[in-house]
């Protein structure tokens, strides 16, 4: 490594919605460039809750990165009926990696989420039997808890309770944006972790604001204030091996971002690794880079390190105003602005 190169194992990303259609054809080749492997995200329309589903979702996937060595990881998505067989289905799989807790109504395409955990204490007893990781999105939904304060209160009522009726379930804390959660999964045990994204660690809750509504800063949970970006930036200084890079890219189009009625989501698939590689140099980290992007993740979920590896150069690059999703535009995340690490083009991109 010098200072204006550097390589790493190529890396992996533990939290990423693809969607499907043509939205799917669009966004996945960015991922499948730099990253070997990914955690898929669940929450279609209709959600995918069966292993059968997920077989049929995998074949869409492969075949919308074909050319490209990129290995897709489902999950299924939790509901208050998910039977205890269909978690010994989904390990039979060998490609089901997780199953994906939405509370219901707390985001995009929850409506078929969980109503009460409680409910699925049997699937959750056969999950930590077989080893299975419950991924979680952890926030309250009753509608009178300030948005602000949703992970915490999750923290609080719900995920605290369910460690101490399954201590041993693996579970995956998504995209953690506050200091409780960051404290919550540093003192767990060796089967809790969690996932970072990057606009958690870039940004806190005046880019939401700054210079007027920015809906492209919009996901959830949603960005949270300044000591909660510090605590964020804090946990990946300290090379922590509970915490790893999940990008949860989630693309929606121009439209639905700039609407009266703006969808959650910030599309980052288009230069993940580029703009966790900046934050890591920000930090005086980049050499905490590697074990967050690409040992840590596969270490937690009990499979390989990859074999192979990327290498980044230190140059700048413009990020495109928009790249296409299907007949629509997608506003990726730091559009137009200049970025100072580009992926070098590498064996994985089909020739
Ligand atoms: O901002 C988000 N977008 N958060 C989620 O939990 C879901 C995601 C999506 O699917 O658009
Ligand atoms: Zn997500």
Redesign the pocket.
């Known amino acids: 490594m010098t200072k204006n190169q550097l390589t790493i194992t190529r890396p992996d990303d533990w939290h990423l ?1 693809l969607r499907d259609g043509e939205a799917l054809t669009s966004v996945a080749p960015f991922t499948a460039r730099q990253f070997a492997r990914a955690i898929i ?1 669940p ?1 279609l329309n209709p959600p995918i809750t069966t292993v059968i589903q997920a077989v049929a979702y995998l074949d869409e996937i492969l075949a919308a990165v074909e050319g490209y060595d990129f290995e897709p990881l489902m999950t299924l998505y939790l509901t208050d009926n998910t039977p205890p067989e269909e978690i010994i289905a989904a390990r039979k799989s060998c490609f089901i990696k997780g199953m994906k807790l939405y509370p219901a109504g ?4 929850s409506d078929a989420g969980v109503t009460d955990i409680r409910l699925c204490d049997a699937t959750l007893e056969a999950m930590q039997k077989a080893g299975l990781p419950l991924l979680i ?1 952890g926030e309250a939904t009753a509608p009178q808890i300030d948005v602000f304060d949703r992970e915490k209160v999750f923290i609080d009522e719900t995920l605290l309770p369910l460690t101490q009726r399954f201590p041993d379930l693996k579970i995956v804390f998504e995209h953690i944006t506050t200091k409780e959660a960051a404290d919550f999964v540093s003192q767990a045990g060796d089967n809790i972790a969690a996932t970072i994204t990057p606009q958690h660690l870039l940004l806190n809750r005046n880019a939401l604001f700054q210079g007027g509504l920015q809906p492209h800063n919009y ?2 949970p949603v960005l949270k204030r300044d000591i909660h970006q510090q605590a964020l930036l804090k946990v990946i200084r300290s090379g922590s091996n509970k915490f790893f890079l999940g990008t ?1 890219s ?1 693309p ?1 189009s121009k439209n639905k971002k700039e609407s009266a009625c703006g ?4 599309f980052s698939a288009h230069a993940a690794i580029e703009i966790y590689t900046s934050i890591f140099e920000q930090q005086g980290a980049l050499d905490k880079l590697e074990a967050f992007a690409s040992f840590n993740g596969p270490d937690f979920y009990g499979l390989p390190r990859n074999k192979t590896t990327v290498t980044l150069h230190k140059t700048d690059w413009e990020i495109p105003n928009t790249y296409p999703l299907g007949d629509e535009k997608l506003v990726p995340f730091l559009a137009g602005q200049t970025i100072n690490w580009k992926l070098a083009e590498t064996a994985a991109t089909p020739q």
């Open positions: 919605h995200m929450n707390a985001t995009t395409n999105h996901c959830l949860d989630a929606h969808c959650a989501g910030i």
